[in-house]
Structure formats: C-alpha cells, structure tokens
C-alpha cells in the first residue's frame, strides 16, 4: 500500500477529488495547511501598511491506496491541480506497512 500526500491550491481541490472520484478511490482526508516553497509569500497592504505574508493558504490531501492504483492516482492528481503556474504544490509518496478498519479490524488492502 502507499500514501500519497498531495499539497494543492485551495481552489483545485473540488477537480482534484472528481479526478480520484472517477478511478473508484473513494476516501481521503483533507486539511487546511499554510506554508511557501519557492513562491516564498508575497506582500499586501492592508490600512496602508505594508506587510508580508510568508505562509500562503495550501490544501493537503491524503489518500492511502493499494499499490495498483498509484501511478494513474498520482497521474489524475497532477492533472487535476495543475495550472502551470508557481506555487502548484508538491506530491509526496510513501510506503504504508499496514491498515486496520477499527470497525471491523480488517487490516491491509481490505481496511482501505
């Protein structure tokens, strides 16, 4: 099994969900984050004051899959938030040992 951890523009999330929504992933978690990679904030001005705004409103996606459904997952993810512009976000991957439903106690693929 594999996570991927997908950080994108608050305003992509709605395609990037029908994107997984249309392979069959149904579940995901999502958070609110903050943060900046190369676009390192910009500056606004608010009462006439001029200040900077380092940390930029980001969504963080999370979806835990079988193995099989990695590349074309990871594949409609990067479509879907994709705009060609600075600040798109980044996609992390990573290997999940085990899962267990607690309702059940199903544990590996069967879990997701």
Known sequence: MKK???IIKPFKLEEVKDALAELG???MTVSEVKGF???????????????????LPKIK????LADSLLET????IIKAAKTGKIGDGKVFISTIEDAIRIRTEETGEKAV
């Open 25 to 27: 992933i149904e579940g």
């Open 61 to 64: 996606i999370e979806v835990v």
């Open 37 to 55: 990679g190369r676009q390192k904030g910009h500056t606004e001005i608010y009462r006439g004051s001029e200040y900077t705004v380092d940390f």
């Open 4 to 6: 991927i951890e997908a």
């Open 73 to 76: 997952a990871t594949a409609a």
